[in-house]
């Protein structure tokens, strides 16, 4: 299935920063139009430790209460405060962005230390909740990673979460096959423990090495 996308914003970077933004940018939707970024808040720096786009302003962790793959109730401010967390939205039955950024992070995750991957939460947050049962989402995220946190419920609560952080999510549409499309920024956001805030994103396409470089940093909270 194609992916495209579509955004009005401006990024205020030069060279070859912004040629890579704006190319990932085009890749940032899982489906057939649109998706949102936080791109007026990006800055590059060049003395930052992490090899992901330090974010200009660091964005609150939203206040989202879902279900989580166990059937229980799931306060993501309240169960990650105070921990690295990814946050990435997306849907089990996406055929392209989703299970390749999700599976690079598990990957990545591989390459921590048991003590580092204690510290880090990877959260998985469905834009298709009908399809996405708590079952269905532990299946399809157990082959990437275990301790991944799956979560599902209100879509309207989801896309508010999503809009406070920059990123469009379209209500599902069904296909004339049959088949399911969810559209989606495909932003990867990294929050830091030691406020609880979105630091360091990471766009659709973002490499395995990327991630490796960076999760050591992340579980320690270094400082963007």
């Not at 991957?117 to 990673?145: A, C, E, H, N, Y």
């Not at 989606?184 to 406020?195: E, I, M, N, R, T």
Request: neutral net charge.
């Amino acid at each position: 299935m194609p992916r495209s996308a579509r955004t009005s914003r401006t990024v205020r970077l030069t060279g070859a920063a912004a040629v890579a933004l704006a190319a990932a940018l085009t890749l940032s939707a899982c489906g057939s139009s649109g998706s949102g970024s936080p791109a007026k808040v990006v800055q590059q720096k060049a003395d930052s430790p992490y090899e992901g786009t330090v974010l200009g302003k660091h964005f609150d962790k939203p206040d989202l209460q879902l279900t989580d793959t166990s059937g229980q109730p799931y306060d993501l401010r309240q169960k990650t405060t105070g921990r690295t967390t990814l946050l990435f939205f997306g849907y089990t039955s996406c055929p392209d962005v989703c299970p390749t950024t999700m599976g690079d992070i598990g990957v990545a995750m591989k390459k921590l230390s048991p003590e580092e991957r204690q510290k880090v939460d990877v959260v998985f947050i469905s834009t298709d909740p009908q399809r996405d049962t708590p079952q269905v989402l532990r299946s399809w995220l157990d082959s990437m990673g275990s301790d991944f946190i799956g979560l599902t419920g209100d879509l309207t609560k989801v896309k508010t979460a999503a809009k406070s952080l920059g990123i469009l999510i379209e209500d599902p549409v069904v296909n004339a096959d049959g088949t399911v499309t969810s559209t989606h920024g495909a932003q990867v956001l990294a929050f830091l423990p030691s406020d609880d805030k979105a630091h360091v994103l990471y766009l659709s396409g973002t490499e395995v090495k990327t991630f490796e470089h960076d999760l050591p940093l992340l579980a320690k909270g270094v400082t963007a």
